[in-house]
């Protein structure tokens, strides 16, 4: 059994850097629902209307402290505490009580800012007002997330940080003929950056693979791998969704999706027999789970390494500075003096200024 590092300090920057987290899968909050949920290192409900509006909370009622999440229910467009029945609409504004006479100005529920995009909810943590936005991605003819979820202990930080870490790709997931094809650019809360490898074929789909990946990062929460492998005309969308909860711990969400355009027969003669429906359904699962054999072969690093700062970089290890710097805007509380990235030799300075 792994044996965590819990003498290892902490992250140097903090627990919760600012941005979009994965609090849940769309499909896993139904109308009417009340769930409890610690995420940034508050405790917090999470609860969907009648009208099907998805709504993150405070979890203790403003009016006497009484958990929403443990006998609150959802009446219509608002949560009723279990306490005293005073209900709360998606705002936090307090719109009934069981008595006569003025709603108390206090009686406000602190809400977190979510949006509903591609089949997350994804939440503003640790808290404030956004600062930007995930695009929505057009889900047409896409078939619905493959999904599921770890709890790690790691941070956002580490984990986000293998999209530019190139030297780790051979070694821990034996990629062969790595390459660069489009350099890491940062604008903003965005990050970019394309690839090639091979990799050994997935059972049924060929010896090897040889494939393209467009890494997109939003903040450290968010990380979607486009993957098109030409040779078979696959298109994967891949999410790599990382949300801290109490400091320690993080909820590590995979996802994936395919294209249903996908030739099947380019693919396999054995799936182009199947229905499409359950064949795509199939193909789907397979690459899901070559995705997961590849996200837990960084688990137990991720659980046991160390943050170096700065970090000794040499010629190979990918924009690994860019990122560091692009990290800082992040941590509201970092110095702006923080050094964060590290010295680099002078080839890879350059990569990093690309």
């Excluded at 909860?245 to 030739?263: E, F």
Aim: proline share 8%.
């Amino acid at each position: 059994m792994l044996q965590v590092d819990n003498s290892k300090p902490d992250f140097p920057w903090g627990p919760f850097p600012d941005g979009w987290y994965t609090v849940s899968f769309s499909e896993e909050l139904k109308a009417g629902e009340v769930k409890r949920v610690t995420y940034g290192g508050k405790n917090l409900v999470l609860w969907r209307t009648a009208s099907g509006r998805a709504v993150l909370s405070d979890a203790y009622c403003p009016h006497m402290g009484a958990h929403l999440g443990y006998g609150g229910v959802v009446r219509g467009e608002s949560i009723q505490c279990p306490f005293h029945s005073f209900c709360f609409d998606p705002e936090g504004r307090c719109t009934s009580t069981p008595y006569e006479g003025k709603i108390p100005h206090r009686a406000r529920l602190g809400t977190v800012p979510l949006e509903e995009k591609h089949g997350l909810l994804l939440a503003w943590l640790p808290g404030g007002e956004p600062g930007w936005s995930v695009p929505a991605l057009d889900t047409t003819g896409w078939l619905p997330l493959r999904h599921n979820v770890w709890t790690l202990s790691t941070h956002p930080q580490e984990t986000s940080e293998n999209s530019v870490d190139l030297g780790h790709l051979p070694v821990v997931h034996h990629y062969e003929d790595v390459r660069t094809l489009n350099l890491a650019r940062a604008d903003g809360p965005y990050l970019t950056a394309r690839y090639s490898m091979r990799r050994k074929g997935i059972p049924g789909i060929g010896k090897y693979i040889d494939a393209e990946f467009t890494v997109h990062l939003w903040g450290l929460g968010y990380s979607l791998v486009e993957t098109w492998v030409e040779s078979m005309g696959i298109r994967a969308r891949e999410f790599v969704l990382n949300t801290p909860v109490d400091g320690k711990l993080c909820h590590m969400r995979a996802a994936t999706s395919i294209y249903d355009g996908i030739p099947l027969e380019k693919v396999s003669p054995a799936l182009a027999l199947l229905p499409k429906r359950l064949a795509l359904h199939a193909l789907r699962e397979v690459i899901f789970q070559s995705f997961v054999n590849d996200m837990k072969q960084d688990f137990d690093i991720w659980q046991t390494k160390r943050y170096v700062d700065p970090p000794a970089l040499a010629q190979g290890d990918g924009p690994v500075g860019l990122y560091r710097r692009w990290c800082r805007q992040f941590y509201p509380d970092m110095p702006k003096t923080a050094a964060g990235a590290g010295a680099q030799p002078q080839e890879m300075l350059s990569v990093a200024s690309g």
